[in-house]
């Protein structure tokens, strides 16, 4: 296909036609028009371009050079941080605002308690309001931590958190702000004998800073708390992804949360807590040499405090000790030593302790860092809201990326396929399971739909983007025919089967600010791959089991069938008693059974 | 599915089993371990979290609350911007690179000639370096220009352009200092008489601001231009999503574009220009009174510098006249006037002043604004390459999706089907055309693949994120069966077929960073439908037609096998010479065409 020409040059369009033909255009010439478009012509005053005359110069240009502040970029790019409609806004907006209760409120070891109210407040308008009982938030930060993009506690650290950008829910203000022109209303107290303070600010988007309209003190009955009220352009809709929708799998995935909401129908429901335990304090880590890109290096080499070159390796990074050190000097060579004083290593120095370390074998990343679901709380979910006949859970050891641990658990449910809802007793019979009943080969033919995928990442649920999710392309890339499922070729296998797959991180790499897909870097393809498989094996047994169980069960039926009449003829042979034949009857009976091996 | 019950709360987990079995992983407690999960068993260290112990307080929460610079933020996003892999990562600092050039010619007007290398320097290394011959730029912007991120003349302005966010080239540059500590080099020249300025610099990303290593005057025999190199952790690969094929549709997008390219094995390709006409000047546009959010019409009336409501309506909007503001005023109520001064307008009343804009008639956007590439364009490029039976360009009018124009332009390329290759000449006989020699009915049977889609947005070809992306989205969406094609439900239809759609629009809503694929807006869903419909009927009477002229032509071929043996049986009972019998096969074979119509 590419042309190998050096110097002639493969035109792409072999045009020797006048150039007026191609630029009719540019040069106000009458275009003919195709039929059935109706393209307008460009105004006549777009002046005639020729090839040489200059339009702008380079100082023009630099005039004209400005910079963008953060706020205005996301502003015109607001489909970036999920406010791209109305009916998803109003999700993202919750998410957000749910998502930061819950870290802070197990940041701060507090039982999260959250109630979330969605009003109505016009036509296409609806009012959001999300209340904690979390730590609060003191009076000078509350003004950044609503009203300036990228500012946050979450970032700089390598910890599993929900938030990690610092720009949720300032994002979601100024959708607020975008759409209905109200400031987001704010309350916070961080403590019994504290004031309650209440805010009304915008967020000055030219200059990425809040703007404090009003602030007074409250009165607010809670011990501690924060409270935010966004208004903004909404729509509002129950289903698959609806804000009713997230707010119950947060609940599944979240069982120390007791969570109140009010949908604008009025409608009140309560999630109440399983567990009075809060998840595992989860441990910040150091980043881990393997993860360590060059560049990354070489500025913590320059910013360290250290002064030696085995202090910085053994302070900066996790699972580096003496013996790593010493293999990493020895490996890097260039006149390196431990006493080598870090900032004055050069570019050249540096690059051969970055191929070093990532020849030196080092053991992987701490796993105290990540909190994950666990098999027992998965499968407890998935048989809540799931009816199934199999349940399956199953979890990876931690893994890397760039040097980022991560885990991931898989979860499936698998129901009312043919021949499934048999069991076989101690006695070696095979008989209907009680709960099964409704079992028919209808609805196994009827479930000819793809399955469903559960996605969460740090124990949010994500309810948009499936397809650029790799959490999907795991689902997608995995041969389910082999465990006994249909499987269209490129896309999601067919059967009535629900999938969860949990990734828990110290960073979730998000396919955009709206983190509502994960990135497809391959380690992280590989776990889920890894983890599907596992839960595909057993699944699998389970379907070739109750395949074979019921071939079975159909034969025995078929040889039941003909034991009273065998009973029949002996007695009328043996001229046996009424209840002679009966015994015989039954001895047949245990007989098959115990010689037609399951 | 949702829970209604107001009180009691409908758990999702009902669990009253002991709590120390939900939470094993932080009290500690032996984990029951699944067969064939080998998850580590937390670190002892966790602590126990119980209930209500405090782990951090609001004060010191706010003590780690710290401004995340934008460059730090892309650096440890680097996916969202198109640095996720090796392979893709050379695609899209080549891209950046080249946008950047391309929009800097034409901007300063000047006929564009590029050249792009790529050198291996190491295993996985590989130096780019682009050069133009545009306009160069000043000393002073050098810095900010490679060196910032969110820096550029293009966001600020509603103009049609390449680059819109002032991000890819720095990102490109910081990617590369990433993953070799090297900084980028940058030659500039604004002038035949002026100093050519070689640049080494990096990006100090904590401050988000160029760290200019060294400057000096260099020898250039260029009159002027830029060019930049780049070298970083790469990997090249020819294919579907390589530079190769990116910079092969740049110039089918581009015929302007004179374009030379040195790949890493040292072959050189030269794309000539087609023509030496620029593409039209793209006028700056001010926005459509009907794309401005209620948010931003308030910041605008703050900050314009009119004095009287309808100065301000008719300066700041396009497409507003004496009449449109008196209308608009008129609606709003609320005691506005002609003569209400903007910044006193509060937000009750804007909001007012706001609704009644979006009930006003308001002519659509001017289009000058918007350069599309044209049917005949983008007909020749298909022409020139995918080898077809049927080509058809359609083009909509321009429309507005959030205010901002944008015009969807589509082709197809059909070729090779059942029964096509087929004509009919003038005097109504069917023939083969000399073309489609080879055309045989394997070829359209093996035509079993997806059809492949070239999409294009402002002139650039888009290589990732196919499924992401709205042009995806619009193809899938279509009925192609109406139209002759196999299409299984929610795919691809399947056919020897290749679309092309061009979006060019003064602001490209892509999905992320990267600019990788169009958010589904759906105005632009909309027509990119109405467009591929356009072609789809079009294609449906070819393909029609095809077929019938298969049928046709497989009719008369069957009568004409006989026509001879009636000549000679013509010839004994009429007693014809020779001549009389091959005059009367000759007339009967005419009427045959003619008698038989198509």
Same mark, same amino acid.
């Given at each position: 296909?590419?042309?190998?020409?050096?110097?002639?040059?493969?035109?792409?369009?072999?045009?020797?036609?006048?150039?007026?033909?191609?630029?009719?255009?540019?040069?106000?010439?009458?275009?003919?028009?195709?039929?059935?478009?109706?393209?307008?012509?460009?105004?006549?005053?777009?002046?005639?371009?020729?090839?040489?005359?200059?339009?702008?110069?380079?100082?023009?240009?630099?005039?004209?050079?400005?910079?963008?502040?953060?706020?205005?970029?996301?502003?015109?790019?607001?489909?970036?941080?999920?406010?791209?409609?109305?009916?998803?806004?109003?999700?993202?907006?919750?998410?957000?605002?749910?998502?930061?209760?819950?870290?802070?409120?197990?940041?701060?070891?507090?039982?999260?308690?959250?109630?979330?109210?969605?009003?109505?407040?016009?036509?296409?308008?609806?009012?959001?309001?999300?209340?904690?009982?979390?730590?609060?938030?003191?009076?000078?930060?509350?003004?950044?931590?609503?009203?300036?993009?990228?500012?946050?506690?979450?970032?700089?650290?390598?910890?599993?958190?929900?938030?990690?950008?610092?720009?949720?829910?300032?994002?979601?203000?100024?959708?607020?702000?975008?759409?209905?022109?109200?400031?987001?209303?704010?309350?916070?107290?961080?403590?019994?004998?504290?004031?309650?303070?209440?805010?009304?600010?915008?967020?000055?988007?030219?200059?990425?800073?809040?703007?404090?309209?009003?602030?007074?003190?409250?009165?607010?009955?809670?011990?501690?708390?924060?409270?935010?009220?966004?208004?903004?352009?909404?729509?509002?809709?129950?289903?698959?992804?609806?804000?009713?929708?997230?707010?119950?799998?947060?609940?599944?995935?979240?069982?120390?949360?007791?969570?109140?909401?009010?949908?604008?129908?009025?409608?009140?429901?309560?999630?109440?807590?399983? &567990? !009075?335990?809060?998840? /595992?304090? @989860?441990?910040? %880590?150091? $980043?881990?040499?393997?993860?360590?890109? #060059?560049?990354? +290096?070489?500025?913590?080499?320059?910013?360290?405090?250290?002064?030696?070159?085995?202090?910085?390796?053994?302070?900066?990074?996790?699972?580096?000790?003496?013996?790593?050190?010493?293999?990493?000097?020895?490996?890097?060579?260039?006149?390196?030593?431990?006493?080598?004083?870090?900032?004055?290593?050069?570019?050249?120095?540096?690059?051969?302790?970055?191929?070093?370390?990532?020849? &030196? !074998?080092?053991?992987? /990343?701490? @796993?105290?860092? %990540?909190? $994950?679901?666990?098999?027992?709380?998965? #499968?407890?979910? +998935?048989?809540?809201?799931?009816?199934?006949?199999?349940?399956?859970?199953?979890?990876?050891?931690?893994?890397?990326?760039?040097?980022?641990?991560?885990?991931?658990?898989?979860?499936?449910?698998?129901?009312?396929?043919?021949?499934?809802?048999?069991?076989?007793?101690?006695?070696?019979?095979?008989?209907?399971?009680?709960?099964?009943?409704?079992?028919?080969?209808?609805?196994?033919?009827?479930?000819?739909? /793809?399955?469903?995928?559960?996605?969460?990442?740090?124990?949010?649920?994500?309810?948009?983007?499936?397809?650029?999710?790799?959490?999907?392309?795991?689902?997608?890339?995995?041969?389910?025919?082999?465990?006994?499922?249909?499987?269209?070729?490129?896309?999601?296998?067919?059967?009535?089967?629900?999938?969860?797959?949990?990734?828990?991180?110290?960073?979730?790499?998000?396919?955009?600010?709206?983190?509502?897909?994960?990135?497809?870097?391959?380690?992280?393809?590989?776990?889920?791959?890894?983890?599907?498989?596992?839960?595909?094996?057993?699944?699998?047994?389970?379907?070739?089991?109750?395949?074979?169980?019921?071939?079975?069960?159909?034969?025995?039926?078929?040889?039941?069938?003909?034991?009273?009449?065998?009973?029949?003829?002996?007695?009328?042979?043996?001229?046996?008693?009424?209840?002679?034949?009966?015994?015989?009857?039954?001895?047949?009976?245990?007989?098959?059974?115990?010689?037609?091996?399951?």
């Amino acid at each position: 296909m590419t042309p190998k020409n050096p110097t002639t040059a493969p035109t792409l369009f072999d045009l020797e036609a006048p150039v007026a033909k191609k630029t009719k255009r540019t040069t106000g010439a009458k275009a003919t028009k195709k039929a059935g478009t109706t393209r307008k012509k460009p105004a006549a005053k777009a002046k005639p371009a020729t090839g040489t005359r200059r339009r702008t110069s380079a100082e023009t240009m630099a005039s004209r050079q400005r910079e963008i502040s953060v706020s205005e970029f996301f502003t015109k790019n607001r489909h970036l941080l999920g406010f791209d409609s109305p009916l998803k806004a109003l999700l993202t907006a919750v998410k957000e605002a749910v998502d930061n209760s819950l870290d802070a409120c197990e940041e701060a070891g507090v039982l999260p308690e959250i109630s979330v109210e969605i009003e109505q407040t016009g036509e296409s308008r609806y009012k959001m309001s999300v209340e904690d009982n979390g730590p609060g938030i003191v009076e000078e930060q509350v003004g950044k931590v609503f009203g300036k993009l990228l500012y946050g506690s979450k970032f700089h650290k390598l910890s599993q958190s929900r938030g990690q950008q610092g720009i949720g829910i300032t994002a979601a203000g100024m959708y607020g702000q975008l759409t209905t022109g109200k400031p987001i209303r704010i309350l916070s107290k961080t403590g019994k004998r504290r004031d309650t303070h209440e805010f009304l600010l915008t967020i000055d988007t030219a200059r990425n800073r809040p703007d404090i309209h009003d602030t007074k003190i409250a009165k607010w009955e809670k011990d501690h708390g924060t409270r935010v009220e966004i208004e903004m352009e909404a729509r509002y809709q129950k289903g698959l992804r609806s804000v009713d929708m997230y707010l119950k799998q947060t609940a599944i995935a979240n069982p120390h949360l007791t969570l109140h909401y009010t949908d604008p129908a009025g409608e009140k429901v309560t999630y109440e807590r399983n &567990t !009075k335990e809060l998840p /595992p304090e @989860t441990i910040e %880590i150091k $980043p881990h040499p393997h993860g360590v890109e #060059l560049g990354v +290096l070489i500025a913590m080499l320059k910013e360290t405090k250290s002064r030696s070159l085995s202090g910085f390796l053994k302070e900066e990074f996790s699972r580096v000790g003496t013996k790593v050190v010493k293999d990493v000097i020895a490996t890097a060579g260039k006149g390196l030593s431990e006493k080598s004083y870090p900032s004055r290593i050069a570019r050249e120095e540096a690059s051969a302790l970055h191929a070093a370390i990532q020849k &030196t !074998k080092i053991s992987a /990343p701490s @796993t105290d860092c %990540i909190a $994950p679901i666990g098999d027992d709380l998965i #499968l407890k979910g +998935l048989k809540k809201e799931i009816e199934a006949d199999f349940y399956y859970a199953s979890s990876r050891p931690p893994a890397v990326y760039r040097g980022n641990p991560f885990q991931i658990e898989v979860g499936i449910a698998y129901g009312k396929p043919g021949g499934v809802g048999l069991e076989v007793t101690d006695e070696g019979r095979i008989r209907k399971k009680k709960n099964s009943a409704e079992v028919t080969e209808d609805l196994v033919s009827a479930a000819d739909e /793809p399955i469903r995928v559960l996605r969460f990442a740090n124990r949010v649920p994500l309810l948009h983007q499936q397809s650029a999710c790799s959490i999907n392309k795991g689902v997608v890339q995995t041969n389910w025919r082999q465990y006994g499922l249909q499987h269209p070729r490129g896309a999601l296998p067919i059967g009535p089967m629900a999938v969860l797959v949990h990734i828990a991180s110290v960073w979730v790499p998000f396919t955009s600010e709206s983190k509502e897909a994960i990135a497809s870097y391959p380690e992280i393809l590989k776990e889920i791959r890894l983890a599907l498989q596992e839960c595909g094996r057993k699944l699998g047994t389970y379907i070739r089991k109750g395949k074979r169980l019921k071939r079975e069960f159909e034969k025995r039926s078929y040889i039941e069938k003909y034991i009273p009449h065998i009973g029949i003829a002996l007695q009328e042979i043996l001229d046996l008693s009424d209840g002679q034949r009966d015994d015989t009857v039954e001895t047949l009976e245990d007989v098959l059974h115990k010689s037609r091996k399951f």
